[in-house]
């Protein structure tokens, strides 16, 4: 009869103290901590590892296609990207140098122009090319062109890049290095830069960048990034991670910080809501069967001690109580007779 709901509540209080909850937050966290340091079954590296691979080949996909229909999806990110990288990208002469290199002997080496020009110089272009001259020149050019034609000739330098492959490829490489191809090339790339083109253009190639992202991760984000997800080894990624928080002296640090955030919460929804938690708890608790119960269990003998002990502590209490009244009112007395005189 005395655990009324008001007495519950603030029993609660005194329990729910914001450095006891601290405290229990700060034993919890460590004891968490301490078991993960101690997981030699590496349960907890299998459990981060679903979350994570969760987290990124389900929930993100599905996050990212939502976005991705907004069109400023990325905007902010893109156009930094766009502006510090791409727009002040210029390569140094060695770079320009090993490219164009890279350009003429791997790209475009001799015998590759030279198959080329074989591919291109087939009947019916030869044809086209022979027939084209002859109706667009005129003068001098236009006498050569109907009176000796290209026909022949191109004929000739196409039977001469089959026959003759090692001289047709000695003649290029001599073409390129008079025309002087390589330094041509090295300098095109040293002068190739985003900010040599018109304001107008370089915001259309920005506008097409974001829209370009946005379009690809609208309609093959999902398949991509679960794709990568697929590839990734999430349980070693997750030992990694728990290796690195065991090792860590910020998680140890922020232990303290986090318990206290966590007892600030909890307090403000308990200032809200604690009423309603000690109502829903009486029941659930059934702390007047549990009283019930522990008297009925306890000997008849036990009992009479126990209730004798609390009677002549409260009695004790009553004659101290009355002896240091007597002695407050004694004194009351004694200093009221004396101003009287």
Not at 30 to 42: I, P, S, T, W
Not at 166 to 194: A, C, F, M, V
Not at 227 to 240: P, Q, R, Y
Not at 260 to 275: G, N
Request: hydrophobic content about 45%; some cysteine; charged content about 25%.
């Amino acid at each position: 009869s005395l655990l009324t709901p008001s007495e519950l509540q603030n029993l609660a209080r005194r329990l729910l103290q914001i450095e006891r909850i601290e405290g229990a937050i700060t034993w919890l966290l460590r004891m968490g901590l301490d078991q993960v340091k101690e997981d030699n079954d590496k349960k907890t590296a299998k459990i981060l590892a679903n979350i994570l691979r969760d987290l990124v080949g389900e929930s993100l996909p599905r996050v990212l296609k939502v976005f991705a229909r907004r069109e400023d999806f990325l905007e902010p990110q893109l156009n930094q990207i766009f502006d510090q990288v791409l727009l002040e990208f210029e390569l140094t002469e060695a770079q320009a140098s090993q490219l164009s290199d890279w350009l003429l002997k791997v790209v475009l080496p001799p015998d590759l122009v030279r198959q080329g020009l074989i591919d291109f110089l087939t009947d019916r272009n030869i044809s086209i090319i022979d027939e084209g001259v002859r109706e667009k020149t005129s003068g001098t050019y236009w006498v050569v062109a109907n009176l000796f034609g290209l026909r022949n000739t191109l004929t000739r330098l196409r039977t001469f890049c089959l026959d003759e492959k090692e001289e047709t490829n000695k003649r290029l490489q001599e073409l390129i290095d008079s025309l002087g191809l390589e330094e041509r090339i090295q300098e095109w790339l040293l002068n190739l830069s985003l900010q040599n083109l018109p304001v107008s253009t370089v915001k259309q190639l920005r506008k097409a960048l974001r829209d370009s992202v946005r379009l690809y991760f609208k309609d093959r984000g999902i398949e991509v990034i679960k794709g990568l997800s697929l590839s990734i080894d999430w349980e070693n990624i997750a030992e990694l991670i728990l290796k690195r928080l065991r090792n860590s002296s910020v998680v140890n640090t922020s232990l303290q910080l986090v318990s206290k955030e966590l007892a600030l919460v909890i307090e403000r929804y308990l200032e809200r809501d604690l009423e309603k938690i000690v109502a829903q708890a009486i029941p659930i608790l059934n702390i007047d069967s549990v009283i019930i119960d522990r008297v009925k269990g306890t000997s008849a003998s036990d009992l009479e001690v126990a209730v004798n002990g609390i009677v002549r502590s409260e009695l004790q209490a009553i004659v101290n109580l009355g002896g240091i009244l007597g002695v407050v009112i004694g004194l009351c007395q004694t200093i009221f007779l004396l101003t009287q005189q």
